[in-house]
C-alpha cells in the first residue's frame, strides 16, 4: 500500500470516468471521425494528469472508437467507404446470429422494453441524437440475452466504429423520404421476436442492415 495513504484504485476511477465521458461525446458526435483528441486538453479538463488519459484512450481503442498512432497521439476512428461496408457486410452476417441466440432469453420485460423503445424513434420527430440513442439501445437490447462471448462483444466494437456513419444515414433518410420504412422495419422486427420467430427475424434484420448499407454506397461525400 502507497505510504502517503492515498487509493491504489484512484487512477483506475479516474480513467473510467475519462473514458466514459469521452465515450459519450464520440457517440453523440461531438468528436468527429478523423478529429484528433489532445491529451493534455482532455487532462486539463478532467483535472487530471496525463496517465489516466491515456489509459481511457487505450479504452476507447478497445471499443473501436479511437486509433492510437505512436509517438503521435490519438485520433477518433475514420472509415473509408469501403471499409465501412465491409463492416456493414460483417454485420449482416454476424447480428442475425447474435439475435438468433439471444432471442429465447427475451422475456416480457425485454420486449415490453424494445417497443417503448420503438415508440420512443417514432416520436422523435426529427430529433436525430434521441432517434439514435433509442436505436442503438434498441438493437443491443435484442442481442443482451444470447450467452456472453466474442460474437457479442465484435459487434459491439462495429456498433461503435459504425456510430457517425449511421447518423449520417439517419440525417439523410430523414431530409429524403422520412424515416418511416425504419420504424416499419423496427416494428416488424419486433413481431418476429414476439413469434418467437428466429427465421423471419434474421431476415428483416439482414434487410434493415443491408438498406443502411446501400443508402450510405450511394453518397461518398461523407467519406470524404
Known sequence: MPSDGADPSAGDTASTRIADALRAAILDGRYLPGERIRQEDVAARSGASRIPVREALRMLQGDGLVTLVANSGAWVTRLSLAECAELYRIRERLEPLLLRASLPGLDDAALGRLAELAGEMERSGGDIDVFLRADREFHLA????????????????????????????????????????????????LDCLRREDADDAERVLVMHIRRTRRELSRHPEIFG
Open 142 to 189: 435484442s442481442y443482451s440475452a444470447a450467452p456472453a462471448g466474442e460474437t457479442s462483444q465484435i459487434i459491439g466494437r462495429m456498433w461503435n466504429t459504425t456510430q457517425h456513419y449511421r447518423r449520417e444515414f439517419t440525417k439523410l433518410a430523414a431530409r429524403q423520404a422520412g424515416l418511416g420504412v425504419t420504424h416499419l422495419e423496427h416494428r416488424l422486427l
